[in-house]
């Protein structure tokens, strides 16, 4: 693909920090957010699991610029956060900068030319091509991939089905299933998610912990019975064995 002329500002991913920053208008800037996937919103259009809701109010958990008196609960449900998001990407007319479907596979500075060379690639044509920009904002997430259930000691050898709270298996029937809850951070502990699988179908549950989870009272988080140690698997929110 051609490189057409330069840009002042590139962003790369199109999550709920880029979009904050691709609403400001800057006169005369011209400004182009660079997302891999399908549609904007990020972490809260690749995690789906049941009962997944944000775990600091949702007053606090939106934009300065785009308060939203509407927020059905203290701590909204993805649906209504990614809603939101797409919603606030639209009102401030930041969808026209957005490519969707846009893989940044490298930059470097270019010293002589004061500018960055951006890698790209289209995804639909798997076409690579570079863009030019002044400056560069790196908007790509922290845990955009999960640190994959495999990573756990001995999972190959499991003959039972194992997926990640990211990637949730939402057809999965889990009746008379023996679960393992692999993970305690806070999507270990929200309710929809462990209610659905440690619900009166399933045989016997249990979750592997580092250490207890500290939750506010009256956060909207239910306790997990301890039943051993693992060593830390990095961000993994959750894993799930399934047998
Ligand atoms: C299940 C879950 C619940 C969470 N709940 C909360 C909460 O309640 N409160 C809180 O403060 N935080 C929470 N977080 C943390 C959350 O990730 C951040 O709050 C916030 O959504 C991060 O936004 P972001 O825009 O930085 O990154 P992301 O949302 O990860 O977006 C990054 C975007 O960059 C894109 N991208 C990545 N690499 C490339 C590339 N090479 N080329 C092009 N695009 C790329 C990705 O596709 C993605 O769309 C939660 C995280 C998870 C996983």
Not at 100 to 126: I, N
Not at 153 to 179: I, L
Not at 214 to 225: L, T, Y
Request: contains cysteine; negative net charge; aromatic residues 10%.
């Amino acid at each position: 693909m051609d490189s057409p002329g330069n840009l002042d500002i590139i962003i790369v991913g199109a999550g709920i920090c880029a979009l904050a920053r691709a609403r400001q208008k800057l006169p005369k800037a011209t400004v182009a957010v660079f997302e891999k996937e399908e549609s904007v919103g990020g972490t809260w259009t690749k995690n789906t699991y049941p009962g997944l809701s944000c775990d600091i109010p949702s007053q606090l958990y939106s934009y300065s610029f785009a308060p939203n008196p509407e927020w059905s609960t203290i701590y909204a449900t993805q649906p209504e956060i990614l809603a939101y998001i797409k919603r606030v990407a639209s009102q401030f007319e930041c969808s026209s900068h957005i490519h969707l479907k846009q893989v940044c596979t490298g930059a470097e500075w270019l010293d002589d030319e004061f500018l960055w060379r951006v890698h790209f690639v289209d995804k639909p044509s798997d076409r690579s091509y570079i863009r030019h920009s002044r400056f560069l904002i790196t908007a790509a997430g922290f845990c955009d991939e999960p640190n994959g259930a495999e990573d756990i000691q001995g999972v190959q050898e499991f003959g039972g089905h194992v997926f990640h709270s990211a990637r949730w298996d939402h057809p999965f029937d889990f009746r008379d299933k023996d679960v393992v809850v692999v993970g305690n951070g806070c999507s270990a502990n929200q309710p929809g998610c462990l209610r659905r699988i440690w619900g009166d179908d399933v045989t016997t549950a249990a979750a592997q912990l580092q250490k207890p989870i500290f939750s506010p009272p009256g956060q909207n988080f239910i306790s997990v019975e301890i039943v051993g140690n693992v060593k830390p698997i990095g961000i993994t929110p959750l894993g799930l064995l399934v047998d």
